[in-house]
Each structure stands twice: as C-alpha cells, then as structure tokens.
C-alpha cells in the first residue's frame, strides 16, 4: 500500500507549493484534486490546454501520484466533455483512478446508474477506473446503496472514506462488505460527533481497516484527507499520521 496525501490537505496554496510542503513532510505520492473554482486545478484548465495541465502535474517533486479527485460543476455534455479531457490527462501521467462524488440523496437511482455509467464509459477508453467516494448526505452514505450501485454499474469502484461510516449521522455503520469494491481510501481520524479530530483522539480502527484491506489484497492509495484545525499544528498532524500508517504497512 502506498501512504499519498491529498492537495485537499492544503487548500489555499497552489499546486508547486502543495508538492514542496508534502515532500518536506516526506510524503512520497499524492493524489490532486481537480474542481471548478479551484486554486490549483480545474475541469475547465484541463479541457481548454490538456498538455498546459498534464505538465503542471507531471511537476510533482519527483512526487508519484496515486489519482485525481475530480468534481465537475458543468452539466449536461459540458460536464462529460471535461471528465474526458481529465480521463486523458489521467492517461497521459499515468495515473489510474479517478474519484468522483456520487449524487446527493433523494436523487432517482436509475438517473445515477445511467450517469455513472456514462463516467465508466468515457474513463475505460483511457484505461481510467472511476470511484465513488464514500460520503454523507450522498447516495454513498449507505454501505449497501454502494454495493448496488456497483453492481449495476460494470468497472465502477469506491473510494472508502470510512469517517463518513462513523461519524454522525452515520454512525457505527459497518462498512466491511465494501472492501472488495475498494480502489482507493481518505483517511483522518473521526470521533462519533466530528468528522475530524486530533490524530489518535478519534474512532478510525487503521489497523484493523488495513488488515481487512489486505485480506482483497489491496495495494494502492491510502490517502490523507486532512483540513487544518483551528489551534492545532497541521504539518505536525500530516506528519503524525504519515508515520501511523506507514508502520502499519
């Protein structure tokens, strides 16, 4: 398995800068995100100068990229036209998964399957996996929702967040069943009332989840999604689950 962090972890910098901090933390790989008002990528830079981003990103600080977390604000063909542009860019430096977010709830199922599948379509042409990620007040907040969307859906995958199985409204929802399904995972440590807490103050069994993991012999990401928290260190706290997981791998 491979410990990668997100440029989610640092929001307000720019992507060269996110890649320097990340390697000053010794992170070895990261996964970029990639969204409309975004100040380090977005769907609309990746499909007006394909080769511009493909080259930004390929500038990581000898960085491996372990995916590309991908929301699209476009609708209708706008929409499936960036998620091609970034399927190519994926391609292009080698990366093989891309996760996407899963509608919100009250959405008609059948109107997801027809769009996910649509996804998996234009991704298997570039030999790109799309994921779903894991994630409350979506469809993916249900364990069993997502076996049945995965199901449905031939190629589709799950980015297991497992905060959003523990933390309220869902709490304690058993999420075993999705390891099987699973092409890439968010860590952060979570309490039953917050979705993020101090590292080691939290409800995330790590040990546990990543011996469930290799029983599927999983081998990619396990990626650190973790926002700064107000008076608490946040490179100490990337450093700190860093360390975790890679002595528990």
């Known amino acids: 398995m491979i410990v ?15 890649f320097e901090r990340l390697a000053d933390l010794e992170y070895s790989a990261v ?11 977005t769907p609309e830079f990746v499909l007006q100068d394909v080769e511009k981003a ?13 995916g590309y977390a991908v929301e699209i604000s476009a609708k209708g063909d706008e929409h ?12 292009a430096t080698k990366v093989a998964t891309l996760t996407v977010p899963s509608a919100e709830l009250g959405t008609p199922f059948n109107e997801e399957v027809e ?3 649509r996804l998996v379509s234009i991704a298997t042409l570039e030999s790109v996996v799309v994921s779903m990620r894991s994630q409350i007040g979506c469809l993916t907040e249900d364990p069993d929702t997502v076996v049945v ?9 799950i980015t297991l967040d497992p905060s959003h199985y523990i933390c309220e409204p869902n709490t304690n929802r058993n999420f075993d069943k999705l390891m099987k399904y699973t092409q890439n995972v968010y860590l952060r440590d979570t309490s039953k009332s917050q979705l993020q807490v101090r590292v080691g103050q ?10 469930l993991l290799r029983r599927v012999s999983y081998d990619r990401a396990l990626c650190v999604h973790m926002q700064a928290l107000p008076g608490v260190d946040h490179m100490a706290e990337m450093r700190k689950l860093r360390l975790l997981l890679e002595s528990l791998t």
Do not use: W
């Open 54 to 66: 493909i080259n930004l990103c390929r500038d990581t600080h000898r960085l491996g990229i372990t």
């Open 149 to 157: 969307l995965c199901d449905n859906v031939k190629g589709l995958r």
């Open 4 to 18: 990668s962090a997100s440029t989610d972890c640092f929001p307000e910098l720019g992507l060269p800068d996110v």
């Open 31 to 41: 996964e970029i995100a990639i969204r409309h008002d975004h100040p380090q990528v």
């Open 115 to 117: 769009h996910l599948r």
């Open 202 to 211: 939290g409800e995330v069994d790590y040990g546990k989840l990543i011996n």
């Open 80 to 91: 499936y036209e960036q998620f091609a542009a970034i399927c190519k860019m994926a391609k």
